[in-house]
Structures are given as structure tokens and as C-alpha cells.
């Protein structure tokens, strides 16, 4: 399994263990994607398991009836950068000029 570091984006091979809730309890399902683009958090403690909120389930094929998913082996084909690590939007600050309704300009 090659290292992601925290917040790295990678394009490559990504097998994924899946545990799903069912009838008779929960099952174990093994899942291999090829040329796939996948993040790591920077703030994730349990990695390799991810929280359900980082997972698109459709990509995945599941039902969002599942609890958890594992990360259980890497092959980084390229590695394409970081993401951006600020999570908050700046607040826009109202500008002093003033300005001129019909023509759209400020004195």
C-alpha cells in the first residue's frame, strides 16, 4: 500500500472494503477501482476507514445502507496536488463608495 499524506489527491488504484448492514446482520464486501481519483482528509484519525460523509455512494454502487468503509490498498499511478485546507468562506465587507443607481457607478 503506497502513503498518502493528509489532504494529498492521488489518481490511481483504490481497493475499498465495505461493510454493509443487512437483514441478518452485516457483510463484508471487497471492492477494487481502477484509474480512480481519491483524497485523503487532513483532519481524519481513523484513516484507513472512512466516514460516510467523504464517500459518493453512488460511485461505490451501494444503497447507503452500509456502516463503514475501509481503505485497503493503494497503487498511486500520479500524484496530483493538495487540497485546499480552508474550509470557511471569507465574509465580504461592504465597500464606503457610494453609488449611483441609474448608472452603475460609484463617486
Known amino acids: ?24 446482520g452485516k457483510s463484508r464486501v471487497t471492492k477494487k477501482f481502477r484509474d480512480m481519483v481519491f483524497s485523503r ?5 481513523d484513516y484507513p476507514i472512512i466516514n460516510k460523509s ?3 455512494a453512488s460511485r461505490i454502487d ?11 490498498d493503494v497503487k498511486i499511478k500520479a500524484r496530483l496536488g493538495f487540497k485546499h485546507k480552508l474550509s ?20
Open 1 to 24: 500500500m503506497d502513503n498518502i499524506t493528509p489532504g494529498e489527491i492521488i489518481f490511481g488504484d483504490v481497493t475499498f472494503s465495505i461493510v454493509k448492514k443487512t437483514d441478518k
Open 62 to 72: 451501494l444503497e447507503k445502507r452500509f456502516e463503514y468503509v475501509k481503505v485497503i
Open 88 to 107: 470557511t468562506y471569507s465574509k465580504a465587507l461592504q465597500g464606503e463608495g457610494v453609488g449611483r443607481t441609474s448608472i452603475g457607478s460609484y463617486q
Open 41 to 45: 482528509e487532513y483532519e481524519d484519525p
Open 54 to 56: 467523504h464517500i459518493a
